[in-house]
């Protein structure tokens, strides 16, 4: 006869459950826990010829789960490594491989410097104080005297593209004077930049460059990428 059905209490059902919060941190959560239980059991098999059979199962497992890798090259020392880093570097098998240590694992590699440079005006770029370097380097004469006013075209044409207002001459020269130490200096000149309408010309039509062409691509094509059915309208005059 069948025991009877004796219903348990709610308490004690809670009581044994597992939560998340309460296990062990997976080292990489990407295998799963099933597959951190299986290196933790295989880290306490006391006879090594185990141990090692224990191991390359697991790394079979660990291949069958993550078949992208096999067109990694070093395929298998990229999991045996990573055994070893599951089991907290706990478990003691023969390896194919150098066994990596906790040392060279947790090794950062050092800060690189990153240059800081905060220029007063930013819109005008790192690149314009590059050229004014160069310039104020450049002996007097024609070469030097057409680089400068290439800078100061393209200081114009920068402070436009961020500052849609119009600006004028003087404001560049003055930005220029300043910006080159008072090296280079056209506040007393009669230079004459380029027209506000012509460089703010340019700056469209170098954003725009593509836009027509990716129009057009989008006009001849349908949502299914194939270009639309065109009935022939010509009306053949039958005798």
């Known amino acids: 006869m069948a025991e009877k ?4 209490n709610a308490n004690d059902v809670v009581c044994h459950l597992e939560y998340n919060a309460e296990r062990p941190h997976l080292i990489i959560p990407e295998y799963g826990r099933h597959l951190q239980k299986l290196i ?14 224990a191991a390359k199962y697991i790394i079979q497992v660990m291949g069958t789960l993550n078949p992208h ?3 990694v090259p070093d395929f298998q020392h990229k999991l045996w490594d990573q055994i070893f880093i599951m089991s907290d570097f706990r478990l003691d098998v023969d390896s194919p491989y150098p066994i990596p240590t906790r040392d060279v694992i947790n090794l950062k590699p ?13 819109f005008y770029g790192n690149n314009i104080t590059n050229m004014i370097d160069v310039a104020n380097s450049w002996e007097e004469g024609e070469m030097k005297s057409a680089l400068v006013k290439v800078i100061a075209n393209h200081m114009k ?5 961020w500052n849609k207002d119009t600006v ?3 404001v560049i020269f003055e930005h220029l004077y300043e910006l080159s130490g008072g090296k280079l200096n056209l506040l007393q000149s009669s230079e004459e930049l380029l027209n506000t309408n012509d460089l703010m010309r340019t700056n469209k039509k170098m954003s725009n460059k593509n836009q027509p062409q990716q129009n057009n691509n989008k006009q001849n094509k349908n949502k299914n990428g194939k270009k639309p059915f065109q009935k022939n309208n010509n009306n053949n005059n039958q005798k």
């Open 5 to 8: 059905y004796i219903k348990e």
């Open 40 to 53: 933790d059991q295989a880290t306490e098999i006391p006879d090594r010829e185990e141990r090692n059979k």
């Open 69 to 71: 890798l096999r067109d």
């Open 110 to 122: 050092e800060r690189l410097p990153y240059p800081q440079r905060n220029p007063k005006y930013r």
């Open 157 to 161: 044409k920068s402070y436009l593209s």
């Open 168 to 170: 004028t001459d003087t």
